[in-house]
Each structure stands twice: as C-alpha cells, then as structure tokens.
C-alpha cells in the first residue's frame, strides 16, 4: 500500500483520564488561551473494525508500525440512513483517512454480520473494494459518546470520548465488555498547527498517552 503523505494530513496527541480528573480538563478547555467552545453537539459514535484474519493491522497498532492502517464502518446516532466507510492511515506522526459514503441504514449492518463484509463490498468503488478484500473479517463494534471542542481560529480541535463499549464480531457469543470509568481526550490539528503539540503536552492537565480503541477492545475479549 502506498503511504504518500497528503497535504490534509493531521497529528493527533492522546491522554486518557479517570472520572476525578473529568472537571480539571474542562477547566483548562474554558481557561484556556486558544479559546475552545463546543463545534457541535454531542453524539453517540458507532464503529465496526475489519481485520485480515491474521489480524494485521491489529498487531501493526501494537507494536506501533511507522506505516499503518485500520478499517471501520462508521455511523453517529442509535439509527442512520446513512454509514461511512474508512480507512484510517497513518505516517510516523500524521494520519489521514479515505472516506466513502455508503446508502445502506445501520440497522441493516447488526442483522448480516456473517455476510456484513459482502453487502459492503456491493456498495463500494473499486478502490475500497480493494481494502475491505485485504481487511475482510468484521472483528469489533466499539462505541461511545463523543464531545467536540474547536480553537478560537478554527486550527485546533479536541474530542472528549466516554462510555466506552466493545462487542466482538467474529464469534456466535458476541461478548460485550465496557471501560466506562476512564475518558479519552484527543488534540487534532494540521501541520501548520503543529508547533502546539509541545504546549499542549506540558499544560494539560493529563498525561499524553498512546491509545487505540481497536487495541484496547480486542486485547479485551482476547484475554
């Protein structure tokens, strides 16, 4: 696979918090000099993963492979008429996705899991079909509530994710488990935002830490 760096690209800088550390975070938000305000209103994030069955890109995040990419089909809400379809890719520091809209209503992806990678498929360009035959097998359905922040000049956003869940996909149990006493903030910006991330680092009130969904949930029903 090519990893070709486009212009659009973003770094993104990770910490993950506890619930006793929820309020210093949208202290330092309110308090802080970028001027931060909520972009849109909060929303319910829904997520299925494809991987090789070898579980590739799975063990590329863990080890944190330089050049990398994860599969997810997307929908915000309980019910969309509406999924998107992306690749997530990474570069060293930067990460950027191809996206696709497919007319197909989330409900319809929770009743054909065993032939969700097929139906899919039907919907796609032959360019994404070429992916989702690489990460073919539905392996994890991660969800969680999601709040948006942006910076007074538009360069920086942040995210705030709670209420973790994880369901496994490539099974009949379909095991459930959930992290809902920790919180994940994420900084995102541009390359021409990038001489912030030092600032970021050294006045957040959490530490930076690496974090994946992905890892996280199948590390979760794998044990």
């Given at each position: 696979m090519s990893y070709i760096v486009p212009n659009s690209s973003r770094?993104?800088?990770?910490?993950?918090?506890?619930?006793?550390?929820?309020?210093s975070v949208f202290c330092w938000l309110q308090l802080s000099q970028?001027?931060?305000?909520?972009?849109?209103?909060?929303?319910?994030?829904?997520?299925i993963y494809f991987d090789s069955i070898d579980y590739s890109a799975f063990i590329d995040n863990l080890i944190g492979l330089s050049a990398r990419s994860k599969l997810r089909i997307r929908?915000?809400?309980?019910?969309?008429?509406?999924?998107?379809?992306?690749?997530?890719?990474?570069r060293n520091s930067f990460g950027w996705k191809i996206i696709e809209n497919i007319d197909m209503n989330s409900e319809a992806l929770s009743m054909n899991v065993l032939n969700l990678k097929n139906n899919i498929r039907n919907y796609l360009s032959d360019q994404n079909k070429y992916f989702i035959d690489i990460f073919s097998e539905p392996s994890l359905k991660v969800q969680y509530d999601r709040q948006?922040?942006?910076?007074?000049?538009?360069?920086?956003?942040?995210?705030i994710d709670t209420n973790q869940s994880f369901t496994e996909m490539n099974s009949k149990l379909a095991s459930k488990f959930f992290l809902d006493d920790v919180?994940?903030?994420?900084?995102?910006?541009?390359?021409?935002?990038?001489?912030?991330?030092?600032?970021?680092?050294?006045?957040?009130?959490?530490?930076?830490?690496?974090?994946?969904?992905?890892?996280?949930?199948?590390?979760?029903?794998?044990k």
């Open positions: 770094s993104e800088i990770k910490f993950v918090g506890d619930h006793s550390s929820f309020d970028y001027g931060f305000y909520k972009e849109f209103p909060d929303r319910k994030v829904n997520s929908w915000y809400g309980d019910f969309s008429e509406q999924v998107r379809f992306e690749l997530k890719r990474k948006y922040f942006i910076s007074l000049d538009g360069n920086v956003r942040v995210t919180f994940i903030v994420e900084f995102k910006f541009g390359k021409k935002a990038h001489h912030l991330a030092s600032d970021f680092i050294s006045t957040f009130p959490l530490r930076q830490s690496k974090n994946s969904k992905y890892v996280n949930g199948v590390y979760g029903y794998l």
